[in-house]
C-alpha cells in the first residue's frame, strides 16, 4: 500500500492519514488496536465516559497505541473518566459536542494530543482557541446524528479555511478510499471513520447488527436521534432507527 503523508501522518506518527472514530457502541479496544496495526490511529468510544467501561477496553488493545474518545457533555458529568484515560498515556484524546476548554489543558500537560470534533463554525475557531491540535469536521453525513445542517463537501473546505494551520480531519459519509482523496482535495489531512470499521470482527456491535449493516444498501439510510439495536437483546435479531 502506497503511503499517504500528511500533517495527520507526520504528527500522530501513523502510516495512513485514517482515525478510527471512538463509538462506544463499536470502538472497544480489539478494534482500536486493529486500526493502529493497520497503520492508522484506533481510538477507544468511552461509553459515556464510563471509567469501567476505559479501563475493560484499554486492557483490551494491549500494549497497543490506542487512543481514547469522549462525548464532553458526559464527561462533564463524569470527569473522573479523563483521569483514568491520560493513566494510561494515549496519543491522543479526542473529545465532541460540547465546550472542550476546561478539558484542554490536562490533556495536553499529559503529553496526549487534543482533538475536537467540531460541527459548525464557530465550534471550529473555538476549539483552535482552545489549542486543539487535530479538529474533526463532522458533517450531518455523520451517522445521521451530526447536529448540523450542512453536509461535509461543504463544511470540510470552511473548517480548513478557518483553523489557519491545525490539521483537519474529515467525518461524515467516508468509507473508502474514493472518500479520503475527496477529503485531502478539500484540504483536510485524513479521514474519520466509524460506520466503515462496525461490522469489522473487531467490533462490539453484535452479529446481528453487522450482518443487517452489511446487508443494507445506501438508501436505506435514515436521519434520527436514537439508533435502538434489537440484535443486542435477547430474542431479537434486526435493527431499526428510532425517531
Known amino acids: 500500500m502506497v503511503a499517504i503523508e500528511t500533517p495527520l501522518t507526520r504528527l500522530l506518527g501513523i502510516a495512513h492519514p485514517i482515525l478510527l472514530a471512538p463509538m462506544g457502541s463499536a470502538a472497544g479496544g480489539k478494534l482500536a488496536a486493529a486500526v493502529t ?82 460541527q459548525t463554525l464557530a465550534q471550529a475557531v473555538e476549539a483552535a482557541a482552545a489549542g486543539a491540535d487535530i479538529i474533526v469536521a463532522q458533517g450531518r453525513d455523520a451517522g445521521g446524528h451530526s447536529g448540523t445542517t450542512r453536509g461535509s463537501m461543504g463544511f470540510i473546505p470552511a473548517v480548513v479555511n478557518a483553523v489557519g494551520s491545525i490539521p483537519v480531519v474529515a467525518a461524515g459519509g467516508i468509507s473508502d478510499g474514493r472518500g479520503l482523496a475527496a477529503a485531502l482535495a478539500l484540504g483536510a489531512a485524513g479521514v474519520l471513520m466509524g460506520t466503515r470499521f462496525a461490522a469489522s470482527a473487531e467490533s462490539l456491535w453484535a452479529e446481528a447488527m453487522k450482518r443487517r449493516l452489511v446487508a443494507a444498501g445506501s438508501d436505506e439510510t435514515e436521519q434520527t436521534r436514537s439508533l435502538i439495536s434489537y440484535g443486542m437483546f435477547p430474542g431479537r435479531s434486526n435493527i431499526r432507527a428510532a425517531p
Do not use: H
Request: charged share 15%; hydrophobic share 50%; aromatic share 6%.
Open 37 to 118: 496495526n493497520a497503520g492508522g490511529l484506533g481510538l477507544i468510544g468511552s461509553g459515556y465516559a464510563d471509567a469501567a467501561t476505559i479501563k475493560k477496553e484499554l486492557a483490551a488493545a494491549g500494549n497497543i497505541r490506542v487512543g481514547v474518545g469522549f462525548i464532553t457533555w458526559a464527561l462533564d458529568k463524569n470527569p473522573e473518566a479523563l483521569d483514568v484515560a491520560l493513566a494510561a498515556q494515549p496519543p491522543a484524546v479526542m473529545i465532541s459536542f460540547g465546550e472542550p476548554r476546561p478539558y484542554a489543558s490536562a490533556i495536553k500537560d499529559a503529553g496526549a494530543k487534543l482533538i475536537c470534533q467540531v
